[in-house]
Nanobody, 116 residues
Framework: QLVESGGGSVEAGESLRLSCVGSDFSRYYMAWFREAPGKGREGVAFIDRGGATNYAWSVKDRFTISKDNANNALYLQMNSLKPEDTAIYYC???????????????WGQGTQVTVS
């Protein structure tokens, strides 16, 4: 089970840090996705089991994904937020390296991020 937290409402230019907790994180490839109203689910950031990362071009240099295997926690540091970042953000995990593909097996319930 994956549980996200840290969402909220901020103004453009501000920062938020999302968290996702669960179990056995060292076994999984993990990612953050987001879904804005009327749009499909978009892969935002990916981290593999060794810590290598990959980002969507729209968030590159603004967002940072990290993982703490000892505490089974996944993070997404979001800086310089823009109104177009407004969405529900989900963490996802899989035993297969899916990068930013949306076919992950395990998903959290999502946390709302609103940027005005």
């Amino acid at each position: 089970q994956l549980v996200e937290s840290g969402g909220g409402s901020v103004e453009a230019g501000e920062s938020l840090r999302l968290s996702c907790v669960g179990s056995d994180f060292s076994r999984y490839y993990m990612a953050w996705f987001r879904e804005a109203p009327g749009k499909g689910r978009e892969g935002v950031a990916f981290i593999d089991r060794g810590g290598a990362t990959n980002y969507a071009w729209s968030v590159k240099d603004r967002f940072t994904i990290s993982k703490d295997n000892a505490n089974n926690a996944l993070y997404l540091q979001m800086n310089s937020l823009k109104p177009e970042d407004t969405a529900i953000y989900y963490c996802a995990a899989d035993s297969v390296n899916l990068q930013l593909s949306r076919f992950y097996t395990y998903w959290g319930q999502g946390t709302q991020v609103t940027v005005s």
